[in-house]
């Protein structure tokens, strides 16, 4: 069954929303209140419309209250994204997502009732802030304000030994939940693994017992 999404502003972020939700099948109204933009979207959104988000009757006219879950990518008007979202979250729509520019404006966000806020530049500076750090640091993604996931390349002082050996859970705090090497995934691997060049681990855990892992084992001095 196809699901209904509307995304409102059509900037990088919510350009980018808007497209891979279409490219996945999905029924999609894309709105902004600039022309050009619509135009840009008219033939990837099922429906690409001009209309100011923060003017209820528009969105009401839009049938906006039909809409499974609305994105909501307004960026620097940080007062328009908040009006938005207080008016979708008064006409009842069942998932709103919001982009929030800063933590304030996430605060807000969150109190007035958006189910999910993001913050993809935030985000995305900490993953390749990560992969900065350390060549061997190939991903990060952010569980909650202290639990992340990260992929890293096997450390050269892992080579040869089996994960019982290196006792990563005990001795750092954190598990390695995934083994990937080349187009293989060993997904919860037993202990008895030996680790390879070429390895790549999947680790979740605490972000301090994370940074100890891979200050210890993973980044080459
Ligand atoms: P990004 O940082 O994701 O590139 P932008 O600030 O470039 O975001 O884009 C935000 C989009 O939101 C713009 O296309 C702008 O026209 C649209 N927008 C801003 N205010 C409103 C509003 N009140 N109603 C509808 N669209 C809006």
């Known amino acids: 069954m196809k699901r209904e999404f509307a995304v409102i502003g059509l900037g990088r972020f919510g350009g980018s929303i808007c497209k891979e939700l279409s490219i996945e099948g999905m029924e999609v109204l894309a709105i902004d209140n600039n022309e050009d933009r619509i135009n840009e979207y008219k033939n990837i959104a099922s429906h690409a419309v001009i209309a100011d988000a923060t003017d209820e009757v528009s969105l009401k006219e839009l049938g906006i ?33 919001v982009k929030a520019q800063n933590d304030y404006h ?3 966000l969150n109190k007035i009732g958006a189910d999910q806020v993001v913050h993809p530049e935030r985000d995305m500076g900490k993953r390749i802030a990560h992969s900065i750090i350390s060549n061997n ?21 892992m080579l040869g030994k089996t994960l019982a050996e290196l006792d990563i859970r005990a001795n750092y705090g954190c ?25 790549i681990l999947i680790v979740i855990g605490a972000d301090k017992d994370i940074f100890r892992f891979e200050k210890h084992l993973v980044i080459e001095e």
């Open 65 to 97: 209250k039909n809409i499974d879950h609305v994105i909501v990518a307004i960026g620097d008007d940080i007062q328009a994204s908040i009006l938005t979202t207080v008016i979708l979250t008064e006409l009842g729509i069942k998932k709103i997502t």
């Open 106 to 108: 996430a605060k807000i």
């Open 137 to 157: 640091i190939l991903d990060y993604l952010e569980l909650s304000d202290d639990h992340s996931i990260v992929e890293v390349k096997v450390g050269e002082k």
């Open 175 to 199: 598990n390695v939940v995934a083994i990937k090497h080349g187009k293989d995934i060993n997904v919860s691997p037993s202990a008895d693994h030996r680790f390879l060049e070429g390895d």
